[in-house]
Every structure is written in C-alpha cells, then in structure tokens.
C-alpha cells in the first residue's frame, strides 16, 4: 500500500524559507509523476510543482515560479519543496501527492485528477 508522508511545514514570516519533505512508503515499483499541491480552506486545490521522476523535468505554477523548487532524492525516497521568498499568500495546507501512470500531458501534472496518491498534508502559514 502506497503512503506518503509529509514534513517540514510551519510559520515563517514574509521573504523567508521553508523546505517541505514528502517520504514514500510500500511502492513497489517507481511513481512516475510526483507533484505538490497546496489548498486555503474553502479553497480548491491546486498544483503547485510537479516532477517526472524518470528524468526530472519539472512543472511549477506561474505564482511560485523563480520562488519554489521541487527536488527528488531517490535513495532516500524522498520528495522536497524547497520554497523561497515566502509570501502571505502562500499560506496553505500543502499536500504531496504521486501517481504511477505514464503518459500524461505536461498541462495534466498540476490537475488533482492526475493523482491517485495523496499525503494527509503539511500547514505553511506566512505571516506579514
């Protein structure tokens, strides 16, 4: 059973940095697309970077481009945020989420619909 586990979330204040981590349990073979999303209460959630493990190419929302970072590192079967610049609109509960299909689009990796796996989420709260 695939679980994923988030970490690293909390306050920060206005321009600073935080480093999400998301730990993959119990996949048997290699998630194909991993992603971050991010959801305000009430809010839909949206994508906010996404990662093609098998070569790396990267996806970001235009809010955090140039600001946010999405990293793997396989031997410890980790996925990372890396977030920068920290603004209080980035304030959310983020979530990490991974899929095994292949095959999709690159406008797909930062839908909700391209996911079956998802994290129980990590809160960021920016303050001003």
């Known amino acids: 059973q695939v679980q994923l586990v988030e970490s690293g979330g909390g306050s920060v204040q206005a321009g600073g940095s935080l480093r999400l981590s998301c730990v993959t349990y119990?996949?048997?073979?290699?998630?194909?697309?991993m992603a971050w999303f991010r959801q305000e209460p009430g809010k839909e959630r949206d994508g906010v970077a996404a990662?093609?493990?098998?070569?790396?190419?990267?996806y970001y929302a235009d809010s955090v481009k140039g600001r946010f970072t999405i990293s793997q590192d396989n031997a410890k079967n980790t996925l990372y945020l890396q977030m920068n610049s920290l603004k209080p609109e980035d304030t959310a509960m983020y979530y990490c989420?991974?899929?095994?299909?292949?095959?999709?689009?690159?406008?797909?990796?930062?839908?909700?619909?391209?996911?079956?796996?998802w994290g129980q989420g990590t809160e960021v709260t920016v303050s001003s």
């Open positions: 119990g996949t048997p073979y290699s998630l194909y697309y």
């Open positions: 990662i093609v493990t098998a070569g790396g190419s990267t």
């Open positions: 989420a991974a899929d095994f299909f292949r095959g999709r689009a690159a406008w797909e990796l930062l839908l909700q619909r391209s996911y079956k796996y």
